[in-house]
């Protein structure tokens, strides 16, 4: 996998430099937490996730929790579950849980979608294309109403590296409930400017997808159109995105957040009759409160 | 009488309590202390120490063996006992002032606000 071996690559070409320790104190650091505290906050604005399938309404954005917890060796951050199995200065290895972000695009309770609330149109995320084709003369062409396509954890190992040029983030992970038996793998650097008041992060995401993930979300079953089912076949692809998050700290608890983020959908899955947009984007504007 | 001689060359001089630890917040340490002394010495006493409102307290009789002090101190204060007569240093204790550890922090792996 080419892939993977650009992420060897990458990851071996960062290790020698160096990354200070983390603070003595966390204050309003994002990239340093209290061990044995719960860490609250909630975010209240006002942004929109795009969805890219036919026919789906995007995803209005209003509250956003974020909720996490550090022992010594465990954490849950925000849904994932991890432990550490090696830190350094330069360097950590963990286990980790998490869970894919295809099926938000399906489901409006997905965890990647929660507390994000509906205007109005409570099948917002979820309206069937068939609602909109039905009423078509039946064609081979249409699609008719989907199938579940079920959330899912996945399960496996990251690393960062920590270097003067911003962190290295690679992951590997497989579906661990047996939804579609398929594995992820993600390339992210990241870097950040503090800057008085102001806190920048920008970031570089590679989300690659094998071709189980590929075709359970985005593939066609031959319920659903056996015209599509034999047309477009599945691959693995690679999801590209720049990430922008930006925080004013306002006093000790209260912060504004500027969050955006733009990906450029992988071909393999493009391609796929379900979607007619090959990108994505996400913008959320807020006040957000640590407790 | 080899115990007597040995008593009166280490007379049971105590602080109670022993350490005072500061909150994370608060930077000094406010307590109530007892000072207290046997009476083999049969001696009147002075408490000399490095604490700025007490540098030095005298018993009016031997018959006196505590003394209590309101402290507020952001470090380590020494009290000796010496013979009000003599000046001659008797014994001595210290109370310690420890800081409240920091809390233990690691790295947050997460943007907190990273939507997904």
Request: aromatic share 14%; net charge negative; proline share 4%.
């Amino acid at each position: 996998m080419p892939y993977l071996l650009a992420l060897l690559l990458s990851l071996s070409l960062f290790s020698g430099a160096t990354f200070a320790d983390a603070p003595a104190s966390c204050d309003n650091n994002t990239d340093c937490i209290e061990v044995g505290r719960w860490d609250l906050g909630i975010a209240l604005g006002y942004g929109q996730k795009s969805n890219p399938l036919k026919d789906f309404e995007d995803i209005p954005l209003y509250v956003v929790p974020t909720i996490a917890y550090y022992g010594e060796s465990w954490f849950f951050d925000n849904g994932n579950l991890g432990y550490t199995l090696a830190e350094g200065e330069n360097y950590t290895v963990n286990l980790i849980t998490t869970f894919s972000n295809d099926s938000a695009f399906f489901h409006r309770w997905d965890p990647s979608n929660i507390f994000l609330l509906n205007t109005g149109n409570s099948q917002a995320a979820i309206a069937p294309m068939a609602s909109s084709l039905s009423r078509l003369t039946p064609d081979e062409r249409t699609i008719g109403e989907l199938e579940n396509r079920n959330f899912t954890y996945l399960g496996g190992a990251e690393a960062f590296i920590y270097t003067r040029f911003g962190i290295v983030h690679a992951s590997l992970a497989h579906d661990i409930l047996d939804v579609h038996g398929g594995l992820e793998s993600k390339l992210k650097w990241f870097y950040n400017i503090p800057l008085d008041k102001w806190n920048f992060e920008f970031a570089a995401v590679l989300d690659w997808k094998s071709e189980e993930v590929v075709d359970y979300y985005y593939g066609i079953r031959p319920s659903e159109s056996l015209y599509w089912n034999q047309v477009y076949q599945a691959e693995s692809a690679l999801n590209k995105s720049l990430e922008f998050t930006g925080q004013y700290v306002l006093t000790e608890n209260w912060n504004l957040l500027f969050v955006a983020r733009y990906t450029d959908i992988g071909d393999a899955i493009a391609e796929s009759p379900l979607l007619d947009k090959d990108y994505t984007t996400t913008y959320f504007v807020s006040a957000a409160y640590r407790f | 009488m080899a115990q007597n001689t040995l008593e009166e060359l280490e007379p049971n001089f105590k602080l109670s309590p022993e350490i005072c630890i500061t909150s994370a917040d608060a930077k000094a340490c406010d307590i109530e202390v007892t000072l207290q002394w046997d009476s083999v010495t049969n001696k009147t006493i002075c408490i000399i120490s490095d604490y700025k409102d007490l540098k030095k307290w005298c018993g009016s009789s031997p018959d006196i063996h505590s003394l209590t002090v309101n402290i507020s101190a952001n470090r380590d204060i020494q009290f000796v006992m010496i013979d009000k007569d003599t000046h001659e240093t008797i014994a001595g204790v210290k109370l310690k002032i420890t800081p409240a550890s920091p809390p233990q922090v690691r790295r947050r792996y997460r943007n907190p606000w990273s939507l997904f």
